[in-house]
């Protein structure tokens, strides 16, 4: 079993910056994939951005060039930088882990977007 525990979330003015973090604990052995999801209200989650063992990201195509994944799958470490931040990142973010085809979600933190 794996348990992740996010932070950082907050409220946060248009075109500024937060950094989430998510620490993995319990058997964190053969994580292959980390990342974060969101959920908008009245929206499906959807990927945000993910990391591989090998350092291999993906960012959704709304996220590229203002958010920056990062971390150590081994350590069972990841990390979300988010900066030009827009009222449409509202949403809750999650943190997930892919172990041996299992995934696995943290509760989720709230970031508002919002003047």
């Known amino acids: 079993q794996v348990q992740l525990v996010e932070s950082g979330g907050g409220l946060v003015q248009p075109g500024g910056s937060l950094r989430l973090s998510c620490a993995a604990s319990?058997?964190?052995?053969?994580?292959?994939?980390m990342g974060w999801y969101r959920q908008a209200p009245g929206k499906e989650r959807e990927l945000v951005a993910d990391?591989?063992?090998?350092?291999?990201?993906t960012y959704a195509d709304s996220v590229k060039g203002r958010f920056t994944i990062s971390g150590d799958n081994a350590q069972g470490t990841v990390y979300l930088q988010l900066n030009s931040l827009k009222p449409e990142d509202t949403a809750i973010y999650y943190c997930?882990?892919?172990?041996?085809?299992?995934?696995?979600w943290g509760k989720g933190t709230l970031v508002t977007v919002s003047s």
């Open positions: 990391i591989t063992q090998g350092g291999t990201t």
């Open positions: 997930n882990a892919d172990q041996f085809g299992v995934k696995y």
């Open positions: 319990g058997s964190i052995f053969g994580i292959h994939i």
